[in-house]
Structures are given as C-alpha cells and as structure tokens.
C-alpha cells in the first residue's frame, strides 16, 4: 500500500509518500512545495495545487492523508491554511483518490505516542521509523511523512479490530477523518 501524506500550509506545503509491504515502512519520496512568498494568494494556491497533482500522478498512492488544520488564534493565518488544505483535497479529489484526514494530535499520537510531541521529537521518530540515514529536507515535509505513517498504523489497527468491518470502513471513510 502506497500513501501520500500532505502537511498543508500557504508558505510552504510538504508531502511524504511511504509504502508498507510485509508490515515495514518504507520512505518513498518527499518534498515541499514552496510558492513565491510575494505572489498573490491566488497564484500560490494554484502552484500547490498543480505541484501536488503532479506528484500524485507520478507516485500513483493507494490514498491521500492530509493533516487537518487546527484552531488559530490569528484568524487570518487560520484562513490561509483552510485554503490549503482545500486545495490538497481537491487536488487528490481531481485524480480520483481515495482522500482522509487526521488531526494534529492523532499524528503525533501514532507516530512519537505522545499526542502533544514536539515537532523535533515528531521528525526523530519519523527518521527512526522509515530508517532514515538523513533527516527530510524540511518539518514539513518531516510532517507529511508522519501523517502518512499515522494513516498506516490506524489502518493496520483497524484491520486487526475487526478485518470484515475495516475493509468496509476504509472504503466508506472517504473524506473523513480518521
């Protein structure tokens, strides 16, 4: 099973793709997808959206995760992040994936087992998990590469829970969170 995991964000969007074959994670490929910063919001959005299609039509994963945003105090920063998570959902919608999505929380949770880890903590485990000899090139795309992780261990939790119902669940599941 082959899963992108996307960390979205205006500034800079990062993505982790993983395989799991005979109960191993195994790293892919990742990225981040940084817009020019003075470009108008419009403009950075449509190189999010491009970009990402292109990388999902290239690795061609079994699904996409996307990390959900969270509660901001600053309302605009909020805003700016709801349009990017938007845009990697209809990003994914547009190549006919399979879409899901987790919180923050539920991330660290899976990946570090403390679900208020720190992203440091959050990048360490990620390395140790995937069998890194080097760091990903950014948090965020170290994020991305959780969020996938996170989704991979769910589905295997889910699977040995109750195999019939995961099956049906996972296929129902679509745009939902985990």
Do not use: W
Not at 30 to 40: E, H, L, M
């Amino acid at each position: 099973m082959r899963v992108i995991g996307i960390d979205p964000g205006t500034v800079t969007t990062g993505y982790g793709v993983v395989d799991e074959e005979d109960h191993r994670l195994l790293y892919v490929a990742s990225g981040s997808i940084t817009p020019a910063a003075r470009q108008p919001l419009p403009k950075r959005l449509k190189k999010i959206y491009d970009e990402l299609v292109v990388v999902f039509r290239t690795q061609n994963p079994t699904a996409v995760v996307v990390e959900n945003t969270f509660v901001s105090k600053h309302f605009q920063s909020a805003l700016k992040l709801g349009q990017a998570h938007g845009i990697a959902l209809l990003a994914a919608e547009a190549c006919g994936l399979p879409i899901y999505e987790c919180m923050p929380t539920e991330v660290k949770l899976a990946v570090v087992g403390y679900g208020a880890a720190r992203k440091d903590q959050v990048e360490s485990m990620v390395g140790r998990l995937l069998n890194l000899k080097t760091p990903p090139d950014s948090h965020h795309a170290a994020d991305a590469l959780a969020v996938a992780i996170c989704y991979l261990h769910s589905a295997k939790i889910r699977a040995l829970a109750n195999p019939v119902a995961a099956d049906r669940s996972m296929a129902a599941r679509r745009s939902h969170p985990l």
